[in-house]
Structures are given as C-alpha cells and as structure tokens.
C-alpha cells in the first residue's frame, strides 16, 4: 500500500476515535494552520550576529556550546538555512531576529546609529516566505554593557546610549510591520544585574522604568509594532540581582500597556509559565511566550515535547487565548545540526498545541463545572492515550511537509551538499 495512503487510513481511524468524544479533527487542522510560530534566527549561528564577522554574543547569561560544524557565517548563508529549517515544518511561520543581524556591508554601525536601511534585506527576504517578522534589540555583547548594566545603568551617558538603541529598534520593528503587513513584535531584554548582594535594589529600577519610558515615549501604531519586556529571574554574571525581574515588568506591563514576554527557561526550575499564562492575560490584553527548554537553569535546550510544552499548549486552547498570545522559540544548541534543532523545535510545538486542540476541553470544563472531578480525572487522562500521531501526520501530508522522519533525510542531504562545505 502506498505511504500515503497508509497515512490517509490510519488519519480517518483517529478522526472517529475523536468524533466519539465531539472533537473535530478537521477544525483542529484549520486552526493549526492559522498559528504562525515565530522562529529564532540566532539558532543558525550560535548567536555569533552579523556586525563583526566571527563574533559570538556573550553576556548576561547567554552562551551556545557546542562545536557542530557548518553554522552561517554570512547574511546569505543564515537565510539559506532559514528557508530549509521552514520548508520542513508544516504551516507559515514568522522569523524573530535581534538587532545584531543588520546587514551592514561590512562597515560597522553601533546599536544607536541602526536604521531599517540595514534590515530592508532581511524585510525584502521575508516577502512572500514568511507569515511575518519579530525583533529584539541587542542590549548584551557590547563595550557598553561589560559591566552588566544597559538601560539602568548608573552612567548617563551610557544608559542614553542603550536608550537611543532601544528607539531605534523600535522604528526598524515599526517598519517591518508596516512593509509586511503584519505586527511586529519588539521584544525588551536587558541583562541589567549584579553577581553578588547588591546594597540597593531599588535605584537601579527607578532608572530602568526612566530608561524604558523614554524608549517607548514616541507613539507608535500598534498595527505595526507591538511592544514587549521580558523578565528574568537569574543569569550569569546576575546571579544575585536582577534589575528587570518578574514583577517589575509585570507592573511595567500593566501600567503601561505593553506585552510581557514569558520565557519558560527565566524562572525558578519549580516554577512554569503554563500556569501563568492565565493570570497574565486577566490584566493585559495579549503576551509573547518564549518557549525554551531550560536544564538546571536557563539553557535554552531545544524544545522537546514534553510534560510543560503540553500544559503551556492545553493553557492556549483551554482558556481560548491564542488570538491573544504570540509564540516564539529560543534556544541555541551548538552540539547538533542546527537546522534540525530549528525543525524539531518548531514541530514539537505545533505537534503539542495539536493535541490541545484535539482535547475534549468543552467536555472537560463541564464535567469540572458541575462537580464532577471524577469524570473531570478520568477523561483529562484517558486523552493522553488518543492518537493525535496520526492527525499529525495527516497535517503534514496536507501541507506538503515531511511526514514522521522524512526530514531528517533532507536536513543530513543538505548538510552534505550546503554546511559541510562552510
């Protein structure tokens, strides 16, 4: 029998199975093909950018290990990868990039002097191939930020520096909503903190919200960017202090109205951002996810499907907050082919929200409405065993894209022909 249509058969057996529950495997499919994931380019090259070549961005905590080789070294080269890793995984999808990825023609340009001029490549690029483009300035490796400290840092000078770089980033993300006809999200991350036991907690975050508020004090049209602050619990170098916290920018946030990004690798290991999805989104209208796969502390390992990846996804469709929320991934994994780190990442995330999307939540939240936390067990268990695989499968037969292990032949056949020739 042909593959495909074993995948067809085996498709329309888990269609019933789901039907019997009230679960419509095909408006499943249709809403899938709606959410546009939005992928990390620092993936494809260990961080390293595009404003000096051969560079790695350190500080704050950030560091991709590993020796793997064949990782992009131009502009050109980190878009080719790019269009590999999406034409892998099933739907459009958006590209995330940071300010250190300009295109400068090999002249440097500091972070307070960057236009849209050096990304309308990468704007040009996204044209047709991508569902959109996200951006993050680059406030970390950099002589300004040695000390550990940007946006609320005690020099004038330099936090006006880091403040002309965060203006500038959000008229370049401005930009890119406006061309591409979608928002961008521009998210804030500074690695503002100290190593040891400060003595003064407070100043610096007085600075910070000062510092922020001039960053955001143009007005800017929310149908083009979209503002985002993202906290963090510890980094290295921060281990004892760090100035934008959880609850600042929570605040921040809510006084402000921006997004707030939660990072799942950015809080205490006993802590997960599945369960703060819903409580965010009582006060602030929408949220950006960065979802990462921390290991000890935050080390950003490749998304993989496991327990927290499903919980974040059955917290999207169960409270009905994927018109609300924006999904994006980070991490950086040096150690393996990194295409193939885009590709599972990326897939693990759409198989997880997949199989939110084929729960019986109507079912569920009834059954915990009327009291029935017996049937509420036995029926939020009994799904985990319901064969979303092959639902998956059929997806990715749909849209054209590699079913099961298929991609894993084109990743190594390119690595052959493309990244072993670097």
Same mark, same amino acid.
């Given at each position: $029998?042909?593959?495909?249509?074993?995948?067809?058969?085996?498709?329309?057996?888990?269609r019933?199975?789901?039907?019997?529950?009230?679960?419509?495997?095909q408006?499943? $499919?249709r809403?899938?093909q709606?959410?546009?994931?939005?992928?990390?380019?620092?993936?494809?090259?260990?961080?390293?950018?595009?404003?000096?070549?051969?560079a790695v961005?350190?500080?704050?905590?950030?560091?991709?290990?590993?020796?793997?080789?064949?990782?992009?070294?131009?502009?050109?080269e980190?878009?080719?990868?790019i269009?590999?890793a999406?034409?892998?995984?099933?739907g459009?999808? *958006?590209?995330?990039?940071?300010?250190s990825?300009l295109?400068?023609?090999?002249?440097?340009?500091?972070?307070?002097?960057?236009t849209?001029?050096?990304?309308?490549?990468w704007?040009?690029?996204?044209?047709?191939?991508?569902?959109?483009?996200?951006?993050?300035?680059?406030?970390f490796?950099?002589?300004?930020?040695?000390d550990?400290? %940007?946006?609320?840092?005690?020099?004038?000078?330099?936090?006006?520096f880091?403040?002309?770089?965060? !203006?500038?980033?959000? !008229?370049?993300?401005?930009?890119?909503?406006?061309?591409l006809?979608?928002?961008?999200?521009?998210?804030?991350?500074?690695?503002?903190?100290?190593?040891? %036991?400060?003595?003064?907690?407070?100043?610096p975050?007085?600075?910070?919200i000062?510092s922020?508020?001039?960053?955001?004090?143009?007005?800017?049209?929310?149908?083009?960017?979209?503002?985002?602050?993202?906290p963090?619990?510890?980094?290295?170098?921060?281990e004892?202090?760090v100035?934008?916290?959880?609850?600042?920018?929570?605040?921040?946030?809510v006084?402000?109205?921006?997004?707030l990004?939660?990072?799942?690798?950015?809080?205490?290991?006993t802590?997960?951002?599945?369960?703060?999805?819903?409580?965010?989104l009582?006060?602030?209208d929408?949220?950006?996810?960065?979802?990462? !796969?921390?290991?000890?502390?935050?080390?950003?390992?490749?998304?993989?499907?496991?327990?927290?990846?499903?919980?974040?996804?059955?917290?999207?469709?169960?409270?009905?907050?994927?018109h609300?929320?924006?999904?994006?991934?980070?991490?950086?994994d040096?150690?393996?082919?990194?295409?193939?780190?885009?590709?599972?990442?990326?897939?693990? $995330?759409?198989?997880?929200?997949l199989?939110?999307?084929?729960e019986p939540?109507?079912?569920?939240?009834?059954?915990?409405?009327?009291? @029935?936390?017996?049937? !509420?067990?036995?029926?939020?268990?009994?799904t985990?065993?319901?064969?979303f695989?092959?639902?998956?499968?059929y997806?990715?037969?749909?849209k054209?894209?590699?079913?099961?292990m298929?991609?894993? @032949?084109?990743? *190594?056949s390119?690595e052959?022909?493309?990244?072993?020739? *670097?």
């Open positions: $029998m042909p593959k495909d249509k074993q995948i067809e058969q085996a498709y329309e057996l888990a019933q199975r789901y039907a019997e529950l009230g679960v419509d495997a408006v499943a $499919m809403i899938l709606t959410i546009a994931i939005s992928i990390h380019c620092w993936q494809g090259d260990d961080l390293g950018g595009l404003e000096r070549p051969g961005l350190t500080g704050g905590g950030i560091q991709a290990t590993g020796n793997y080789p064949g990782k992009a070294r131009t502009i050109d980190l878009q080719g990868d269009e590999k999406v034409s892998l995984i099933p459009k999808h *958006r590209l995330n990039l940071h300010a990825y295109d400068n023609a090999d002249k440097f340009v500091d972070r307070d002097q960057i849209v001029k050096h990304f309308q490549p704007i040009d690029w996204a044209k047709g191939r991508l569902a959109g483009l996200d951006f993050n300035p680059t406030f490796s950099h002589p300004k930020a040695l550990g400290f %940007t946006l609320s840092h005690p020099d004038k000078a330099i936090r006006q880091w403040i002309e770089h965060g !203006r500038a980033s959000r !008229r370049i993300a401005a930009e890119i909503g406006r061309q006809g979608s928002p961008c999200v521009n998210n804030v991350w500074v690695p503002d903190g100290y190593k040891d %036991t400060p003595a003064d907690r407070l100043a975050r007085r600075r910070l000062e922020l508020d001039q960053v955001f004090a143009e007005k800017a049209d929310t149908k083009y960017v979209l503002d985002s602050v993202e963090k619990l510890f980094g290295i170098g921060s004892s202090y100035v934008g916290s959880h609850e600042f920018y929570m605040g921040y946030a006084s402000r109205g921006k997004l990004c939660l990072d799942s690798g950015h809080f205490h290991p802590e997960v951002i599945s369960d703060k999805i819903s409580s965010v009582c006060f602030l929408r949220i950006l996810l960065h979802v990462s !796969r921390p290991v000890r502390w935050d080390s950003d390992h490749v998304v993989a499907l496991d327990d927290e990846l499903f919980a974040i996804a059955r917290e999207l469709v169960r409270g009905d907050f994927l609300r929320v924006h999904i994006g991934l980070d991490f950086f040096a150690s393996i082919n990194r295409i193939a780190a885009w590709v599972i990442g990326a897939r693990n $995330m759409l198989k997880a929200l199989a939110a999307m084929l939540t109507s079912m569920i939240q009834n059954m915990e409405a009327k009291g @029935d936390l017996t049937g !509420r067990l036995a029926l939020m268990e009994e985990k065993s319901l064969p695989g092959p639902v998956w499968d997806y990715c037969l749909s054209n894209a590699p079913v099961a298929a991609w894993l @032949d084109e990743v *190594r390119y052959q022909e493309v990244l072993n020739k *670097r």
